[in-house]
Every structure is written in C-alpha cells, then in structure tokens.
C-alpha cells in the first residue's frame, strides 16, 4: 500500500502553536512538553483536515491531559464524535518509520501519521493505518507502508455498521420473571439510578375486561431501569432507560411501559434521541424523538406471554438495540 501522490500540507499558525504552547507549559517534565507540543500540532493539524471536509472533531481534551494519569500519548487523540478516535503520530523530515503502539482500545478507528516541517509551520499528512490493520505490520512501520488518507474516509461509514451491531443485545431479557421478582442482570432498582422517588414511576392501569373491573382497582406494578450510553459524544451524557410492566387482564397480557430519562446530573435528553420499539419481525410499531429542552420521554403498549419485542436507542447513527421476551 502507499501513500497518496498528491502531498497534503495544513499550514501550522498562531492558532495551533498557541494551543500547543498551553498544553506543553502544564506538563512535568521538559521532555513531556516538547512530546505533547508536537503531539498537539499532529491533532490540529488532522483536526484542519476533517473540518475542510465538514467532519466535527473534538479538540476538548485539556481535562486528560490534566488528570493523574495523563502522558504524552494522551494528546495524540483527536475525537469524531458519535464514530471514535484517531491517533495523530507526529514524525520528523528524517524519519523514515515509525512504531505503534495499539494498547487495548474500545473506540480507536486508527492512527495518522503526521510529517512537521523542521520549523514546525507545516504539517504533511502521510496516511492512515486502521487499528485492525496494525497487528499486521512488524513493530516498525515503514511511512511506505501507510495506507492513503482517502483509505480513511472510506473506512468511516464502516464505524456505524459496527457500532450498531456490536450493542446488540443478543440475549433477550425475560419480563414475565420480573413479576415473581427475578430480574436480569444489569437491570437495577429505579432508586439506583435517578435522583427521584420510584413512586414518580408507578405505572398504573385499568382493566378493559369487565369481569375484571369491579372496583377500578388499579394493577401492581414492577420497574427496573439500566445506564444507556451512546458513545464518545455522550459519554459525559448517559441517561436511563426504565422499563415498568404490569398484568393486564386474564388473557395473560402485558402492559408496559417505557420511560428514557436524563442522568448524571444532566437536565435535558439529547435533542433528536429516538425511542422505537420494533415487532419480532423487526418493524417498528411505536416510536418518538425527544424534543428541545425534554427531560423525559415516554412509550406505553401491550404485549402476550412468549412475544419478542426490541427496544432501539438511536441518536445520530449511532443505535443501542436491548432484545425483550415477556
């Protein structure tokens, strides 16, 4: 593989030196600073890049760079947020290699590699090495070797086929055990994950059935709720999903009830959030999208013992999948 022939060069100003400056001015030790300096041109410089293409980055990352645990390499990511990360690998004109270190990632699409001029005012992109392409190479990789920035945009729309797949629940949580009070694990107590009493949460319902109306009394109830996090863009953001059910008549149904709130001390869901819930043939039948300014969100259907149903997450392209049998 090589590298594309026409070079690619982002002019390094003012702009990028000044956050390169505030960056390596922190750091412990003068050898760290100089590492995160042009770590930092590295990042701007693949930032230029993305947003010359109308891709949204991330440039926020003081707060790792500030922790206890933080080194030089932390200032190697530039985050795509709702896809993943890039590590942006700086390198000198003499430089013919480079070695890369993948660590265990969750969220790492790749590296790009960086070229800085010897006055550090221009920065060549080289190319692009996927992560799962890495462990290919022998622990040097010759710049020859790079795969052409084109390689990358090509590899992004990959990033939402897998992160749908890959929070597919493939295991499906059984309801009908909640109401003999066996739940499955990861679903906790309502009072473990919101700041509001579960009595907010009781789900309440009237049988239809006249044989079963004496008195309008009102059905028992049971909730349970997990975190649901969407990703990088939200990972600061997470919000909980509950789910409340009840028996509904003699005919051995069940009405459930469906409720997406904000947590860690957020006020609002995310603008655009979908809540969908798709039949066992996988089409939709009730679905809703949070508003501007909403803090919660609520869907209510029934449901026979032994049907399947899925609860999709979806905001963006980015999509968590929880799989039900009642």
């Known amino acids: 593989?090589?590298?594309?022939?026409?070079?690619?060069?982002?002019?390094?100003?003012?702009?990028?030196?000044?956050?390169?400056?505030?960056?390596?001015?922190?750091?412990?030790?003068?050898?760290?600073?100089?590492q995160v300096y042009l770590n930092t041109l590295a990042v701007y410089a693949v930032h230029t890049y993305l947003k010359w293409l109308e891709i949204e980055t991330d440039l926020s990352y003081r707060e790792i760079l500030?922790?206890?645990?933080?080194?030089?390499f932390d200032a190697k990511q530039l985050v795509i947020p709702d896809i993943g990360k890039l590590e942006c690998h700086p390198i000198l004109p003499e430089q013919t290699n480079l070695t890369l270190y993948p660590g265990i990632h969750t969220d790492l699409m790749?590296?790009?590699?960086?070229?800085?001029d010897e006055h550090l005012n221009k920065a060549e992109l080289l190319g692009f090495v996927p992560l799962l392409e890495v462990c290919k190479f022998p622990q040097k990789i010759a710049i020859a070797n790079l795969q052409p920035l084109d390689n990358l945009l090509d590899w992004i729309p990959d990033i939402f086929d897998r992160v749908t797949v890959s929070n597919l629940n493939i295991t499906p949580v059984n309801l009908s055990r909640w109401l003999d009070n066996v739940f499955d694990a990861g679903w906790l107590c309502v009072e473990d994950l919101l700041s509001f009493p579960a009595d907010n949460l009781a789900f309440r319902t009237r049988s239809n059935h006249p044989s079963n109306n004496q008195g309008n009394s009102e059905e028992e109830s049971v909730s349970r709720g997990k975190i649901i996090d969407l990703g990088v863009k939200l990972a600061n953001h997470p919000f909980a999903l509950i789910v409340t059910l009840a028996s509904a008549n003699q005919d051995e149904e069940i009405d459930i009830c469906l409720r997406v709130y904000p947590t860690s001390n957020q006020?609002?869901?995310?603008?655009?959030?979908?809540?969908?819930?798709?039949?066992?043939?996988?089409?939709?039948?009730?679905?809703?999208s949070a508003r501007e300014e909403e803090n919660w969100m609520r869907l209510e259907f029934t449901g026979k013992l032994g049907e399947r149903f899925q609860i999709n997450l979806t905001l963006g392209n980015t999509t968590i999948t929880e799989e039900f049998i009642i």
Do not use: W
Request: charged letters at 15%.
């Open 66 to 72: 500030q922790s206890s645990l933080a080194s030089a």
């Open 267 to 288: 006020m609002y869901l995310p603008q655009n959030l979908q809540l969908r819930v798709l039949d066992e043939t996988g089409n939709s039948c009730i679905e809703m």
């Open 1 to 34: 593989m090589n590298t594309t022939e026409i070079p690619l060069f982002v002019s390094l100003g003012k702009e990028a030196h000044n956050l390169a400056s505030q960056l390596a001015i922190e750091q412990s030790t003068l050898q760290k600073g100089k």
């Open 110 to 116: 790749g590296f790009v590699v960086i070229k800085l």
